[in-house]
């Protein structure tokens, strides 16, 4: 049975950094991606990871201050969250699948996602 269990999420004031885990149990996956929901809004992409290339792909909201990396010998996704924002505030979730459709945020292809864990950046 696959299994995605998250931790890391908290609060932290502007500025702060945070890392994100998610820990895969039941098999290993090429394609790998975070995506976060904020209240009222629709879930976007944030970074997405091929694990058998080391491929990445980043929201431009994003860029230059996350960074997604994965552990195959843990079989854990990692998001580095640095320079947090206020906007950066929602539920992260990280999912997971086999098929290279999903590459990177194609939301609706991706089969196995983690329970989600809420970043709150205050200012």
């Known amino acids: 049975q696959v299994q995605l269990v998250e931790s890391g999420g908290g609060s932290v004031q502007a500025g702060g950094s945070l890392t994100l885990s998610c820990t895969v149990f039941?098999?290993?996956?090429?394609?790998m991606a975070w995506f976060r929901q904020a209240p009222g809004k629709e879930r976007e992409g944030v970074a997405g990871?091929?694990?058998?290339?080391?491929?990445?792909y980043y929201a431009n909201s994003v860029k230059g201050r996350f960074t997604i990396s994965h552990d195959n010998a843990e079989n854990t996704l990692y998001l580095q969250m640095n320079s947090l924002k206020p906007e950066d505030t929602a539920m992260y979730y990280c999912?997971?699948?086999?098929?290279?459709?999903?590459?990177?945020?194609?939301?609706?292809?991706?089969?196995?996602w983690g329970q989600g864990t809420q970043v709150t950046v205050s200012s």
């Open positions: 999912a997971a699948d086999r098929s290279p459709s999903t590459w990177p945020f194609n939301i609706r292809k991706y089969t196995y």
């Open positions: 039941g098999y290993s996956f090429y394609y």
């Open positions: 990871l091929n694990t058998a290339t080391n491929s990445t």
